[in-house]
């Protein structure tokens, strides 16, 4: 039986994850370079009979990846409009894309609050006025033109996280020690040990890394 959700009249759901994006380009090497020169982890670089080539990237902190080569696609090179990765900081991000070398666009928001338009259709520059997550963008290019989009997202919309990532070590070390801090302070409110402290944890650092949020 395959993983899902229970549908209507009782049929199981299929989940369907969005687990790569194809990127057509003209030269792998000199957009192998690019992405490298961002700091996406390389995980594979296949060449097979042909000429048949699949490169592999995974953006930082994305469980979704990017894939480049020769025979993956027949799209014009340069043809791909608008694929969107999210940052929790898109002025950060910009200083980040910039010292790497990348002509980042200014940052912009749109004039109707929400998802922006095609081109510069209704843009305004600068970050959302109350910095509303979802509503700040900047756009780059690769070598080949290819449009890439940040988006800011600082608090997630209620039903669109269903499981909680962290990026690093580092990040799932920090979120324990702040979840033993709270805890902490939850048994003082309790005056007793909490015997089911690790369900705690569990919520606590579910909550903070915006589970449900």
């Known amino acids: 039986?395959?993983?899902?959700?229970?549908?209507?009249?009782?049929?199981?759901?299929?989940?369907?994850?969005?687990?790569?994006?194809?990127?057509?380009?003209?030269?792998?090497?000199?957009?192998?370079?690019?992405?490298?020169?961002?700091?996406?982890?390389?995980?594979?670089?296949?060449?097979?009979?042909?000429?048949?080539?699949?490169?592999?990237?995974?953006?930082?902190?994305?469980?979704?990846?990017?894939?480049?080569?020769?025979?993956?696609?027949?799209?014009?090179?340069?043809?791909?409009?608008?694929?969107?990765?999210?940052?929790?900081d898109i002025i950060a991000a910009r200083e980040y894309l910039i010292s790497r070398g990348v002509e980042a666009s200014e940052v912009f928001h749109d004039a109707g609050g929400v998802f922006h338009h095609a081109g510069t259709t209704d843009r305004v520059a600068g970050p959302h006025p109350n910095r509303q997550s979802?509503?700040?963008?900047?756009?780059?290019?690769?070598?080949?033109?290819?449009?890439?989009?940040?988006?800011?997202?600082?608090?997630?919309?209620?039903?669109?996280?269903?499981?909680v990532v962290y990026g690093s070590v580092a990040e799932v070390e920090q979120a324990l020690r702040e979840a033993a801090l709270a805890h902490g302070q939850h048994e003082k409110e309790l005056g007793h040990e909490d015997a089911e402290w690790p369900a705690w944890y569990a919520a606590y650092m579910a909550k903070a890394a915006g589970l449900g949020a």
């Open 134 to 163: 979802y509503g700040s963008f900047l756009s780059f290019e690769d070598p080949d033109g290819n449009l890439l989009v940040l988006q800011e997202v600082t608090e997630r919309r209620a039903g669109r996280i269903s499981h």
């Open 1 to 88: 039986m395959p993983h899902g959700i229970q549908g209507n009249e009782g049929v199981t759901m299929v989940e369907f994850k969005l687990e790569v994006v194809v990127l057509p380009v003209s030269d792998v090497d000199r957009t192998k370079d690019f992405f490298t020169r961002l700091g996406f982890r390389e995980d594979v670089d296949y060449t097979g009979p042909g000429g048949f080539r699949v490169v592999h990237f995974t953006p930082p902190g994305s469980p979704a990846s990017i894939i480049i080569g020769v025979g993956v696609t027949d799209a014009v090179p340069g043809s791909a409009r608008g694929v969107h990765m999210v940052v929790d």
